[in-house]
């Protein structure tokens, strides 16, 4: 078992895919020769040649139309977009095709398809390189939406994410490419979908985080210990569907939450958590439910982009807040 990054374990995942199954294909700008722009694809054309992992003219409108076609046609294609920045032109094969194919053809067609994005800041990127939109992606019936935020989480949830039937956006941040090493076995084992996962037990209020801002809250959770404050903090994961029954029951535990994503505020995913918690835990709740966000802005150039993003520092503080809730 190595000790690999979150970037070394996709690229894995992606080499065991292509072994154990003759269908499955990849395909997106410079994935090939080049081993993509994060050289997640890096030396898989080489293995299994350019029948099976090709490059794509520069369009991600022609990336997710093949996607779909090709997934129609009994394939697995498992298609990358550079930059999620880029993803806006392909919202159009997503909505209006690879959501709803199932429900078009009463069943007879499935979409089993996988979207790779890497996503969200903190790499000091140029403009239409760092966005966060994933409450969008979220919103389309028929997708499901997945977030990493460990190496051996990437590696079992992008098997788990080529085998489904279904098509899934698989959204990786980026940030933590090369951030963290963890032992990861290239064993084959796909993690289950849809599930969140608690990865510290607390017992005065809840986080909820996924992607990137998983480390931050395990940063600002590490800092309220010491406050004598205990934090549960929940990788969310599937941020589409949402495990609502794990989330519920740990906000009926701790009665306090709080939701940190670095997409913008307004409409963004914490917005449906929040909705949902009011909705089925309002008796449970001692104080308001938080979100520490982005801002409703774009995501601005590298010397800003600090101001921007979530950080340690207001999870502390909003937990602070919270926390004078009798």
Same mark, same amino acid.
């Given at each position: 078992m190595a000790d690999? @990054?979150?970037?070394?374990?996709? !690229?894995?995942?992606?080499?065991?895919?292509?072994?154990? &199954?003759?269908?499955?294909?990849?395909?997106?700008?410079?994935?090939?020769? &080049?081993? $993509? +722009?994060? !050289?997640? @694809?890096?030396g898989l054309m080489q293995r299994f040649g350019a029948a099976r992992v090709r &490059?794509?003219?520069?369009?991600? @409108?022609? #990336?997710? =139309?093949?996607? %779909?076609?090709?997934? @129609?046609?009994?394939l697995r294609p498992v298609a990358e977009i550079q930059f999620m920045g880029f993803l806006y032109s392909a919202i159009d094969q997503l909505?209006? *095709?690879? $959501?709803?194919?199932?429900?078009r053809t009463r069943g007879r067609l499935s979409c089993p398809m996988v979207l790779r994005a890497p996503f969200g800041g903190g790499v000091k990127a140029p403009e239409h390189h760092s966005e966060?939109?994933?409450?969008?992606?979220? *919103?389309?019936? =028929?997708? !499901?939406?997945? +977030?990493?935020?460990?190496?051996? !989480?990437?590696?079992?949830?992008?098997?788990?994410?080529?085998?489904?039937? &279904?098509? +899934?956006?698989?959204?990786?941040?980026?940030?933590?490419?090369?951030?963290?090493?963890?032992? %990861?076995a290239n064993d084959g084992i796909a993690l289950t979908l849809d599930c969140a996962?608690?990865?510290?037990d607390g017992s005065d209020l809840t986080i909820i985080a996924w992607g990137a801002m998983v480390?931050? %809250?395990?940063?600002?959770?590490?800092?309220?210990?010491?406050?004598?404050?205990?934090?549960?903090? #929940?990788d969310l994961?599937?941020?589409?569907?949402?495990?609502?029954?794990? %989330?519920?029951?740990?906000?009926q535990k701790t009665g306090r939450c709080i939701i940190v994503h670095e997409a913008p505020l307004t409409a963004g995913l914490g917005a449906e958590i929040a909705a949902d918690l009011a909705e089925h835990c309002l008796t449970s709740l001692l104080a308001p439910v938080v979100r520490v966000t982005g801002y409703d802005t774009v995501m601005p150039y590298a010397q800003l982009e600090d101001r921007y993003m979530p950080d340690a520092a207001r999870i502390q503080a909003a937990a602070q807040h919270v926390m004078e809730f009798a």
């Open positions: 690999l @990054t979150m970037v070394e374990a996709i !690229r894995m995942a992606l080499s065991r895919a292509l072994e154990d &199954d003759p269908d499955v294909i990849i395909f997106g700008e410079d994935v090939g020769i &080049d081993g $993509g +722009v994060f !050289r997640a @694809t890096d &490059d794509t003219p520069l369009s991600e @409108t022609v #990336i997710a =139309g093949m996607a %779909v076609g090709a997934a @129609t046609q009994g909505a209006n *095709h690879a $959501g709803r194919l199932r429900n966060s939109m994933e409450a969008m992606l979220a *919103h389309i019936p =028929g997708l !499901r939406v997945i +977030v990493p935020s460990t190496p051996a !989480r990437a590696y079992g949830l992008l098997l788990a994410a080529i085998r489904d039937p &279904d098509p +899934v956006v698989f959204l990786e941040p980026k940030r933590l490419y090369r951030a963290l090493k963890e032992p %990861v996962l608690v990865v510290r480390a931050e %809250v395990g940063r600002a959770a590490d800092a309220l210990a010491e406050r004598g404050i205990s934090s549960e903090v #929940i994961s599937s941020l589409k569907p949402i495990d609502r029954s794990a %989330v519920r029951a740990s906000v």
